[in-house]
């Protein structure tokens, strides 16, 4: 059984710098990709960050690029985001997710995700 389990969420005002992380506890017999969603309050979650199963395809939300970094553990089964120069419109809940093949666009292709970690920048 495939479990997300996520942490690295916190407090921290704007300009400064968080990773998260997900640890992947599921078997690893297939070729997946993984990253990690957002959802503010209101709002719809968004795609922010995937990665491929090698590590060669990457993907950043506008919102987000030259700021955040998402990179995998060469084991394959922890997935991280390096989250700089933090604004406050970053605040939001970040999601893992792990979808079969490549990097998911939408919600429904993610076929895994994590339960969740708060991220709040205070101004």
């Known amino acids: 059984q495939v479990q997300l389990v996520e942490s690295g969420g916190g407090l921290v005002q704007a300009g400064e710098s968080l990773r998260l992380s997900c640890a992947d506890s599921?078997?690893?017999?297939?070729?997946?990709?993984m990253g990690w969603f957002r959802q503010a309050p209101g709002k719809e979650r968004e795609l922010i960050a995937g990665i491929s199963w090698r590590g060669s395809d990457t993907y950043y939300a506008n919102s987000v690029k030259g700021r955040f970094t998402i990179s995998r553990h060469s084991t394959k089964n922890t997935v991280y985001l390096q989250m700089n120069s933090l604004k406050p419109e970053d605040t939001a809940v970040y999601y893992c997710w792990r979808a079969r093949g490549g990097i998911v666009t939408t919600v429904t292709q993610a076929d895994y995700w994590g339960q969740g970690t708060q991220v709040t920048v205070s101004s």
């Open positions: 599921g078997r690893f017999s297939e070729v997946y990709s």
